[in-house]
């Protein structure tokens, strides 16, 4: 028979903890001061569907109901709420026996703990036994509050009596991240429970309380994932489709890599767009553009997006990169495509990611790509790079390679004293990829690859087809010499270089 499992009362929480408590359980919720340990207590007592007892040595009685009311919690009828000053296991016995009580929350053990200095650590550790001993066999959950010094947390390395007799340790943090300042949940022990290891984020909200948010990486191991899709979805750009073998798979992930003003976000528009006009829910992620600066930018193109944002057939999430939390970053997105089951999702773009929190970057990635996956979205990513190809950059730094499923180069190309634009797809996995580096140009409508027939011509030096050049990737384009080819081919003598001579000075008269 499958064990009951109790909520603790947060949504997020009980993600990590695989459902929430087993019952006769005890719990220590630990931390520095500061870090949210009588808040999260706080609300698992006011959100708890059990009968709850609330046993206070800090806290009045007032001062909890008001906190209460900040935070819009609904507090059952049948919670109590005592404020003590000692704790006497008999008395809270026949206390839980006589009001029937489910759940107790001790806040906190420290006065107790200060009870028994300069006594040896064993009569402490013998009224821990006790006193969990006494509330398992009642059949309650207990939460116990416990304050701590950075040596003393157990998910550091410390351990004290409570650690040892628990069932699970909580263990909450507040991290410097730059100038600001990111707060941590982890649970260093689940006897019995398979959770989620780590350190998973969490906020104090205005109205809310304690929002947990699962380390973004555990996520992917939650699902199932879903089998791979044959379908094709396309860009809307007929010369990229032809060179993606038809298209990309749905619910792939395409990574354009290039440096800046190569069309990066261009091509993402035109991605949305054609998802737009076939009638599918769409999402950009802009960690650059708000959502008005980038529906204007689109209107330059001739993109309307401002209709499909206000009847909601697009999302714009914006979210400002300095104050970026991975983990509650990575849960707006799963929360915006399952609530609007978007088809297409546009990452604009990765290198803010990447540049900020470098060590984080990939895992997140990797947890968004298998996220989407499973979602049956197909995803564009737009990663700048700082090299012309940014091969090394994709494999060595951000390994994104082995993310993406699609791979398109978009890069400068210098003709002369012209800068060209040239597009390659070296992936495309499960499709048979156009290999042949292509010119295109940004203009109203979007991105435009050419036709080789297309190419304008110079007034000044020729400008060619590129394929008429050898080492156009290499942006070190040489140009194609007719002659040389058809004798190397036949295998005939090269043809003699006429070097011009050098122009003839007069002498200079003598001194």
């Known amino acids: 028979m499958a064990t009951k499992i109790l909520e603790s009362g947060l949504p997020g929480?009980?993600?990590?903890?695989?459902?929430?408590?087993?019952?006769?359980t005890v719990v220590i919720v630990e931390g520095l001061p500061g870090t949210g340990k009588t808040l999260l207590a706080s609300e698992m007592a006011a959100r708890s569907k059990q009968r709850t007892l609330y046993l206070s040595f800090e806290i009045s009685r007032d001062f909890f109901y008001e906190c209460c009311e900040s935070f819009q919690w609904a507090v059952s009828p049948d919670f109590v709420f005592s404020e003590v000053e000692e704790l006497d296991v008999v008395a809270l016995q026949k206390k839980i026996e006589d009001l029937k009580i489910e759940r107790v929350v001790i806040d906190s053990l420290t006065p107790t703990k200060l009870q028994f200095e300069g006594r040896p650590q064993r009569e402490y550790r013998a009224f821990l036994q006790n006193l969990f001993r006494t509330l398992k066999s009642l059949n309650v959950l207990t939460v116990c509050i416990t304050e701590t010094s950075p040596s003393r947390l157990l998910g550091e390395t410390g351990a004290g009596p409570e650690h040892f007799l628990a069932d699970t340790v909580i263990t909450l943090r507040k991290d410097e991240s730059r100038r600001s300042l990111l707060r941590s949940l982890e649970v260093a022990k689940s006897r019995g429970q398979n959770a989620l290891l780590g350190r998973h984020s969490f906020r104090i909200l205005d109205s809310v309380g304690v929002q947990v948010?699962?380390?973004?990486?555990?996520?992917?191991?939650?699902?199932?994932?879903?089998?791979f899709s044959d379908e094709k979805v396309t860009f809307g750009i007929p010369g990229l489709e032809a060179m993606l073998g038809g298209g990309v798979f749905k619910g792939s992930t395409t990574l354009l890599v290039g440096i800046s003003g190569t069309g990066k976000t261009v091509t993402g528009m035109q991605?949305?767009?054609?998802?737009?006009?076939?009638?599918?829910?769409?999402?950009?992620?802009?960690?650059?553009?708000?959502?008005?600066?980038?529906c204007k930018q689109a209107s330059?193109?001739?993109?309307?997006?401002?209709?499909?944002?206000?009847?909601?057939?697009?999302?714009?999430?914006?979210?400002?990169?300095?104050?970026?939390?991975?983990?509650a970053h990575f849960w707006e997105i799963q929360k915006?495509?399952?609530?609007?089951?978007?088809?297409?999702?546009?990452?604009?773009?990765?290198?803010?990611?990447e540049k900020l929190l470098p060590k984080e970057c990939h895992e997140f990635l990797i947890a968004l790509s298998a996220f989407l996956k499973?979602?049956?979205?197909?995803?564009?990513?737009?990663?700048?790079?700082?090299?012309?190809?940014?091969?090394?950059?994709?494999?060595?730094?951000?390994?994104?390679?082995?993310?993406?499923?699609?791979?398109?180069?978009?890069?400068?190309?210098?003709?002369?004293?012209?800068?060209?634009?040239?597009?390659?797809?070296?992936k495309t996995r499960g499709g048979k990829p156009d290999h042949q580096t292509r010119e295109y140009v940004i203009k109203a409508g979007g991105l435009a690859i050419l036709d080789e027939s297309s190419v304008p011509a110079s007034d000044k030096v020729p400008q060619l087809p590129l394929s008429s050049?050898?080492?156009?990737?290499a942006r070190s384009p040489t140009r194609h010499s007719?002659?040389?080819?058809?004798?190397?081919?036949?295998?005939?003598?090269?043809?003699?270089?006429?070097?011009?001579?050098?122009?003839?000075?007069?002498?200079?008269?003598?001194?």
């Not at 948010?213 to 089998?227: I, L």
């Not at 991605?271 to 650059?288: A, I, P, R, T």
């Not at 091969?391 to 060209?420: C, K, P």
């Not at 040389?484 to 081919?489: C, K």
Request: hydrophobic residues 40%; glycine residues 6%; neutral net charge.
């Open 13 to 24: 929480l009980d993600n990590i903890l695989r459902g929430g408590f087993k019952p006769a």
């Open 213 to 227: 948010f699962p380390r973004a990486y555990s996520r992917q191991r939650m699902t199932t994932m879903r089998a």
């Open 271 to 294: 991605f949305l767009n054609e998802g737009l006009k076939n009638g599918e829910s769409c999402l950009l992620v802009s960690m650059d553009d708000s959502k008005e600066q980038f």
């Open 300 to 327: 330059q193109l001739g993109f309307h997006f401002s209709e499909a944002v206000q009847t909601g057939q697009l999302a714009i999430f914006h979210e400002m990169p300095v104050e970026i939390e991975l983990d």
């Open 336 to 353: 915006i495509v399952r609530e609007r089951k978007c088809t297409r999702v546009v990452i604009d773009s990765v290198s803010t990611y």
């Open 374 to 426: 499973n979602e049956g979205a197909t995803s564009v990513l737009a990663l700048e790079s700082n090299e012309l190809l940014g091969l090394s950059h994709i494999s060595v730094n951000l390994r994104a390679s082995g993310l993406a499923d699609n791979i398109v180069l978009m890069n400068y190309v210098e003709i002369s004293t012209t800068l060209r634009r040239a597009i390659t797809v070296p």
């Open 469 to 473: 050049y050898y080492g156009v990737l």
């Open 482 to 511: 007719p002659i040389i080819d058809e004798s190397v081919a036949a295998g005939k003598p090269m043809p003699k270089s006429k070097i011009p001579k050098p122009l003839k000075t007069s002498a200079s008269p003598a001194n």
